[in-house]
């Protein structure tokens, strides 16, 4: 639930009900407004209900609130969370260009990769060391290996790295040569997974489930932030539908969704939601119109010859042209690109 103070109530009034809050076994989260005080109380609902806050000293009201997810929402943190790495700002105004190879294969092709993704003015690198595939016996990744050429593109061209974790024991390695820990949609409901890297200090990218509502989605979410760790930025790539004319459906509707419910940045993948490069631009236009806070896109040295993904992946020059249109609709918005 979440308490809203009188303007004007003190230090001492809010202290107050806090006591009161945590003496139930609940925590409470102050929010500072320019004009109120608002205390979210989490715990047990029955518990906090029985206490009576609205009796207490400089309230105002209690509002009780169905959503299940209380520290993603914007109910108690109205404002957007900004994520920082390395310099480079997602969220609020601040509009990334994430991009790279689906999985890391060569030094060379990583390295290529990255000087197209810093000449075109893009803002990390993406590609994948450990790789959830559908088949055991397609290419896996090449591990501890990668995440190795990725620091070494990282050193070069001061992109910072985006890269995914399937295994928690894998962890410590992956925080030693990238910037981003991503959660891929297939682990979207790995509860263990999302508590762990809820204890690390990197930021999160979590990606929505393939078959995941909103919610479900928002709540894998909280169960980062519940351990700490406040930087996650959500990524939408496209969600299973009966439609087979794209790899996946991009369910763009869910940006202002999360955008309005929720105070974390949101990312559109169009690569992975379409399957199709000749898509990639209209939808990111369609991302960017949508609020978004920026896109992970795929994108090859030569993509014909990838191990992973190569269908749906730009070329470098047609990432520099992508990179240009959409950076003229970011600005045209008033965000600008990191
Ligand atoms: C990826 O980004 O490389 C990936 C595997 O994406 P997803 O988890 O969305 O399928
Ligand atoms: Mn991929």
């Known amino acids: 639930m979440m308490v809203i103070m009188h303007e004007g109530a003190t230090d001492e009034q809010i202290a107050h009900v806090v006591a009161r809050i945590e003496a139930v076994g609940a925590s409470a989260h102050v929010s500072l407004g320019e004009r109120v005080a608002v205390i979210g109380a989490i715990g047990d609902r029955e518990e906090l209900a029985g206490v009576p806050l609205e009796a207490c000293a400089g309230v105002d009201r209690v509002v009780a609130i169905l959503k299940p997810y209380k520290l993603v929402g914007r109910e108690f943190h109205p404002h957007d969370t900004i994520v920082e790495v390395r310099g480079v700002k997602l969220g609020g105004d601040h509009f990334a260009v994430i991009a790279g190879p689906c999985s890391v294969e060569t030094e060379e092709q990583v390295m290529e990769a990255a000087r197209a993704v810093a000449a075109a003015g893009g803002s990390m ?126 369910d763009i509707s869910a940006v202002p969704v999360v955008r309005l419910a929720c105070h974390l940045p949101v990312l559109v993948d169009p690569s992975h939601a379409t399957g199709r490069p000749d898509l990639v631009l209209p939808l990111s236009l369609a991302a960017v119109a949508a609020g978004a806070n920026g896109v992970l896109v795929e994108m090859h040295p030569n993509p014909e010859h990838a191990l992973c993904d190569g269908p749906q992946s730009l070329s470098p020059v047609a990432f520099a042209e992508y990179a240009e249109r959409v950076g003229e609709l970011v600005r045209w918005t008033g965000k600008t690109v990191s």
């Open 125 to 250: 690198l993406r590609g994948g060391a450990f790789k959830p595939r559908s088949s055991p016996y397609a290419f896996q990744g090449l591990g501890i290996e990668a995440l190795k050429l990725l620091a070494a593109a990282r050193d070069e061209t001061g992109l910072p790295i985006v890269t995914e974790l399937m295994d928690p024991r894998d962890l410590d390695d992956l925080l030693e040569y990238a910037d981003v820990v991503q959660v891929g949609a297939r682990n979207m409901q790995n509860f263990q997974l999302l508590a762990e890297v809820g204890r690390c200090p990197a930021p999160v990218l979590l990606k929505r489930g393939l078959a995941a509502t909103i919610e479900e989605w928002l709540m894998a979410a909280e169960y980062i932030v519940k351990e700490g760790n406040t930087q996650v930025i959500l990524c939408e790539r496209g969600i299973r539908t009966f439609e087979t004319a794209t790899r996946n459906t991009l």
